[in-house]
T-cell receptor, first 113, second 121 residues
Framework: AQSVTQPDIHITVSEGASLELRCNYSYGATPYLFWYVQSPGQGLQLLLKYFSGDTLVQGIKGFEAEFKRSQSSFNLRKPSVHWSDAAEYFCAVSAGNNRKLIWGLGTSLAVNP | GAVVSQHPSWVICKSGTSVKIECRSLDFQATTMFWYRQFPKQSLMLMATSNEGSKATYEQGVEKDKFLINHASLTLSTLTVTSAHPEDSSFYIC?????????????????FGPGTRLTVL
């Protein structure tokens, strides 16, 4: 069965520090992978996605993610975190003909000044 | 581009009443829309897949008669919570899928509405 695991429930980093949020997936076929961010009081915003091609994908707000098939991972990174990056981050894999999203449980990011 | 609106953003109702939530894709057509429920500090729980012109597909454990879904056009899906009770209080989120691939001029990606906070008294 398809599944997405985000091992870290909560992460705290200092502003300006680098960030890596982990995501592992289980999916039989070639996955479509997504990272979404949910800020307090706001809707889910697409950060980036991977469908095929270059395994390092660039997204909005300075985020990037690398697809590693051998590790079934799609980790999200940012070289220097800003206080405004504090939010909930969700990794998801798309499944089926209607592209239903299978979600991870999310990682809550706190940023210390 | 790729904007999804949701209305209302919040609603308070009395127990036993019905509440309708609208989800609209503003700048693209969506044959498929999705309805989610999110509890505080938790991930999204898919309730149903809304298909334009046909019946919705509900996830296991979701009551079809409780959560009525209508997808009457390529830009509008509605979720009606019938005979709402306090346990139905939650944050409801819709998404619309841009089904066109990149070479078709689309993104093949789900875009989300801002959500509706439902409180049933």
């Amino acid at each position: 069965a398809q599944s997405v695991t985000q091992p870290d429930i909560h992460i705290t980093v200092s502003e300006g520090a680098s960030l890596e949020l982990r995501c592992n997936y289980s999916y039989g076929a070639t996955p479509y992978l997504f990272w979404y961010v949910q800020s307090p009081g706001q809707g889910l915003q697409l950060l980036l996605k991977y469908f095929s091609g270059d395994t390092l994908v660039q997204g909005i707000k300075g985020f990037e993610a690398e697809f590693k098939r051998s590790q079934s991972s799609f980790n999200l990174r940012k070289p220097s975190v800003h206080w405004s990056d504090a939010a909930e981050y969700f990794c998801a894999v798309s499944a089926g003909n209607n592209r239903k999203l299978i979600w991870g449980l999310g990682t809550s990011l706190a940023v210390n000044p | 581009g790729a904007v999804v609106s949701q209305h209302p953003s919040w609603v308070i109702c009395k127990s036993g009443t019905s509440v309708k939530i609208e989800c609209r894709s503003l700048d693209f057509q969506a044959t498929t829309m999705f309805w989610y429920r999110q509890f505080p500090k938790q991930s999204l729980m898919l309730m149903a897949t809304s298909n334009e012109g046909s019946k919705a597909t509900y996830e296991q454990g979701v009551e079809k008669d409780k959560f009525l879904i209508n997808h009457a056009s390529l830009t509008l899906s509605t979720l009606t919570v019938t005979s709402a009770h306090p346990e139905d209080s939650s944050f409801y989120i819709c998404s619309a899928r841009d089904e066109l691939t990149s070479w078709q001029g689309g993104t093949d990606t789900q875009y989300f509405g801002p959500g509706t906070r439902l409180t049933v008294l």
